[in-house]
């Protein structure tokens, strides 16, 4: 049963604030070898967001729109990259990288740029996680 009636206005809306916010990790990330998981992540979210644009621009309404949606890879890819845990694993990685050059100002210099992709990133995760729930609403 459904909740809430989802337009295809609201699911555009929220997947211009997931690609908004995908285009600002990728220029933060973009060139910086060590943050070269935080930038693929960008890049596969912009072109399944990018799909799921084209997709909302076929004259599709209601139930047929959601079905489409349902089964839509770009879907199912925004669902997975929520459950991914690639904060932490890149994290890992860039502690690891920083205990080896054994200095404490290029390590706090390195944690300082992982807090800003990490708040870059959930703001991206919060935005799919929007999109995320107003399919699943409009699908129960």
């Known amino acids: 049963m459904q909740n809430t009636v989802v337009t295809p206005i609201a699911l555009k809306t929220a997947l ?26 960008a890049i596969q979210i912009i072109k399944n967001v990018d799909n799921l644009q084209k997709e909302l621009k076929k004259p599709l309404a209601g139930t047929d729109l959601f079905n489409a949606l349902e089964s839509s890879k770009s879907v199912l890819f925004l669902e ?30 390195l944690s300082e740029v992982m807090d800003k992709v990490e708040a870059k990133y959930n703001a991206m995760l919060e935005k799919t996680h929007e999109f995320n729930a107003l399919i699943k609403d409009e699908l129960e």
């Open 80 to 109: 997975e990259v929520v459950d991914a845990d690639t904060m932490s694993d890149l994290e890992g990685y860039i502690l690891s990288f920083a205990k080896k050059l054994d200095d404490e100002d290029l390590t706090r210099f």
């Open 16 to 41: 211009t604030e997931i690609r908004q916010a995908a285009a600002e990790l990728y220029r933060f990330t973009e060139k910086l070898s060590l943050l070269k998981i935080a930038h693929q992540v």
